[in-house]
């Protein structure tokens, strides 16, 4: 039963960000439409790989559910007024439900193993890191980053290295947090 869970919440997943980013394929470089098509790929991968009695690697959930849970918090601060963010049709999924059902998957239908932690929790950074860096390099090429914070020439070596550091800090939290609420959950 796990198993069809996963994958029809997989499907849905993917269904929506075809939805919502069909009509705007310049937008598929978002953090949001990257998320959640890695999200939505992973859990059916994981529902298809339970029906022979195995499961996808664990560090494949952490890097998913951590860079998915960012953009379910950024939506969420948004709901203060202080920025926008599209609520609209298929982004009210990407933006607020399949962030939800694709972390709910991990903590309640993914048994998470304790050996390792520190390494898998190491490289948990590594999807949000790698598309920083792929926004960095698409953002001087284009003359703007997909957010357009700021501009590719208002950064310096020292601000770079600042933000890499931090994000990979709060990422590094957000593993342990996922790891911990998963651990919770599968407690004897």
Excluded at 41 to 47: K, P
Excluded at 105 to 131: E, G, W
Aim: charged share 10%; aromatic share 12%.
């Amino acid at each position: 039963m796990k198993s069809v869970i996963k994958i029809a919440i997989g499907l849905m997943v993917l269904a929506s960000v075809i939805a919502g980013y069909a009509p705007e394929p310049d937008l598929l470089v978002e953090f949001t439409c990257v998320s959640n098509v890695l999200g939505g790929l992973l859990l059916i991968a994981d529902g298809i790989r339970n029906f022979k009695g195995k499961t996808v690697p664990n560090w494949l959930y952490l890097n998913v559910c951590s860079g998915i849970l960012f953009v379910f918090l950024v939506c969420l601060g948004s709901l203060s007024g202080m920025y926008h963010m599209n609520y609209s049709g298929a982004f009210f999924f990407l933006h607020a439900v399949n962030p939800v059902l694709i972390i709910l998957c991990y903590i309640i239908l993914y048994k998470d193993d304790t050996k390792s932690t520190f390494k898998r929790l190491a490289i948990t950074p590594a999807l949000i890191l790698t598309y920083l860096l792929f926004d960095f390099i698409l953002g001087n090429c284009r003359g703007h980053f997909v957010y357009q914070f700021c501009r590719p020439e208002d950064l310096n070596l020292l601000i770079i290295m600042i933000i890499a550091l931090s994000v990979y800090l709060l990422f590094l939290l957000f593993g342990l947090l996922l790891l911990a609420l998963n651990s919770l959950a599968h407690r004897k």
